[in-house]
């Protein structure tokens, strides 16, 4: 009779042991399938629907250059940015506004458009 509680026992271990490695198993492989990113749609795709090749065309024009603030390179990527927006029929309204920045070793702060 000892023996067969000890049987019961080392079986309930087992499968304990067994359901917490299918467990883990089961965690990293959907874990797995929901990282991956779904595949990109080409510029064959609709308009009206989302492209990465599309984007990805867009991307080459804004992110030549660093384009920090008050850099000719941010005028460049504004203006590509506006222009894009134009082109697809949409109202653009471009505001300025006044700012402070820092300039590494200044005791004052710059002051674009005050």
Same mark, same amino acid.
């Given at each position: 009779m000892h023996s067969n509680s000890m049987n019961q026992s080392l079986f309930r271990r087992f499968t304990g042991v067994i359901s917490v490695f299918l467990f +883990?198993? +089961?965690? @990293?492989?959907s874990s797995l399938? =929901?990282?991956?990113?779904?595949?990109?749609?080409?510029?064959?795709?609709?308009?009206?629907? =989302?492209?990465?090749?599309?984007?990805? @065309?867009?991307l080459t024009h804004i992110a030549v250059?660093?384009?920090?603030?008050?850099?000719?390179?941010?005028?460049? @990527?504004?203006t590509y940015i506006v222009d894009q927006f134009k082109s697809l029929g949409l109202g653009v309204e471009v505001e300025s506004y006044p700012f402070k920045y820092w300039i590494h070793g200044s005791e004052q702060p710059e002051c674009q458009g005050c």
């Open positions: +883990i198993g +089961i965690l @990293v492989i399938w =929901f990282e991956n990113p779904p595949k990109g749609k080409g510029t064959g795709t609709p308009e009206t629907s =989302f492209s990465s090749d599309r984007a990805f @065309v867009h250059e660093p384009h920090s603030i008050s850099s000719p390179e941010l005028e460049k @990527v504004r």
